[in-house]
């Protein structure tokens, strides 16, 4: 299936970065070593920046916009390393999964629609994510001047071409794989949920086709295969929640960045009035616009998710489960009905629901912050 493809292209590049959870050689060591060590000094030499050349509010305008990426970036790289048994039972647990026939050739043609879907999303995913950097690397061609992309210290004369060109060559560098450590690292999470998905859906199939017979005793064939479903929907549940596990720290620090991406990415869009002058145009539209569509695409996968979570209730209710005459699968489904409703749902940090509802929450939080620092900054000045 397609969502194999993403998957096994996140493990390749994984490998690649020497990140592999089931590859661990001296090489790959290396690789991950000298990879997450320069990605870590470019970052703390990005935050010395900031503070090395704050004055006010007003300094931090063309300093600050990398950070919160830099932030998540460092935070799923070292998650990759700490977490590195946890994310192999990730991937043994998607090994373990049902065949895509196991209900017939009906339910094998729609996951395999759903999967197509999936990799048409992953590509538009891509081409958004990568048009966005290169809008965002376009900034010293909008400017007519020798400008960095996010204002650094320089410790030599920025006007020397010298100097101009070293910095602007790891900058690039380092933006390049702020765009590449994003988009690798959310569709891997992404394609985790997907299979989530399609696996639920393989338990609804079985549950709307199983052959109750509304007379007689406990048919012992149904009520095998009513058990076989149950444990796989207690094996999809417990995917469901090593990815809570394994994604706790990470989505919180997302969430967390994301929203001091926005609420700065807004105040300095309007710092000197309405509308914007180009420069800021081009530098803050395409950030603001990939920081809320990568914060979206997270919640509406969570939101699709827990609502197929949910469904398998309904199923059930909408089956014969009241059928008097065999007790035991009554109780079967009774019990499937109750565990679909508890808190086996995607979340942030196991604090908040990854849905829409979020969504909506962090925009609020967002744009009041804004207002609140908007109020400071006017009342300064």
């Known amino acids: 299936m397609e969502e194999e493809y993403v ?3 996140g493990l390749s590049v994984l490998n690649l970065l020497g990140l592999h959870p089931f590859k661990s ?3 790959g060591i290396i690789k991950a070593t000298i990879y997450i060590g320069l990605m870590g000094l470019i970052y703390c030499y990005d935050l010395a920046s900031v503070v090395i050349q704050y004055e006010n509010i007003r300094s931090l305008a ?4 990398s950070f919160p990426s830099g932030q998540q970036s460092i935070v799923k790289l070292l998650s990759m390393v700490i977490l590195r048994k946890q994310i192999k039972i990730l991937y043994n647990m998607v090994d373990q999964k049902w065949p895509d026939n196991i209900y017939g050739k009906e339910l094998e043609d729609e996951l395999q629609k759903l999967s197509k879907r999936f990799k048409k999303f992953c590509h538009t995913f891509k081409t958004i994510y990568f048009s966005a950097g290169v809008l965002y690397l376009c900034k010293p061609l909008t400017m007519f001047s020798k400008i960095l992309f996010t204002d650094w210290y320089t410790p030599c004369d920025i006007t020397d071409n010298y100097c101009y060109t070293y910095f602007l060559v790891i900058q690039i560098i380092y933006l390049s794989a702020l765009v590449f450590n994003a988009f690798v690292f959310d569709i891997i999470f992404h394609a985790f949920l997907f299979h989530a998905y399609c696996e639920l859906e393989k338990i609804k199939y079985g549950l709307e086709h199983l052959k109750i ?3 007689g005793t406990d048919d012992k064939t ?8 149950v444990n796989y929907h207690n ?3 417990k995917f469901l929640d090593k990815i809570n596990d394994v994604y706790y720290l990470q989505l919180l620090n997302h969430f967390a960045t994301i929203v001091a991406a926005i609420v700065f990415g807004i105040f300095f ?8 002058p180009p420069d800021k145009l081009s530098k803050y539209i395409p950030y603001l616009l990939t920081h809320q569509f990568q914060l979206y695409m997270y919640c509406v996968l969570g939101e699709i998710v827990y609502n197929q979570v949910n469904s398998i209730s309904e199923v059930v209710y909408h089956s014969k489960w009241y059928t008097k005459r065999q007790p035991k699968l009554t109780r079967g489904m009774l019990m499937v009905m109750m565990v679909s409703n508890l808190k086996n749902k995607p979340t942030i940090g196991n604090i908040w629901k990854l849905n829409l509802e979020t969504f909506m ?12 620092m908007q109020t400071v900054y006017q009342t300064d000045n």
Request: with cysteine; hydrophobic share 45%; proline share 5%.
């Open 62 to 65: 063309d300093s600050v916009d």
């Open 235 to 237: 094996f999809t549940l």
């Open 222 to 229: 149904v009520y095998k295969e009513f058990c076989n479903i």
């Open 25 to 27: 050689t001296v090489f």
């Open 7 to 9: 998957m096994r292209y």
């Open 269 to 276: 869009l309007n710092i000197d009035g309405f509308p914007p």
């Open 361 to 372: 929450q962090v925009i609020k939080t967002a744009m009041s912050f804004h207002a609140f």
């Open 213 to 215: 017979s509304e007379d």
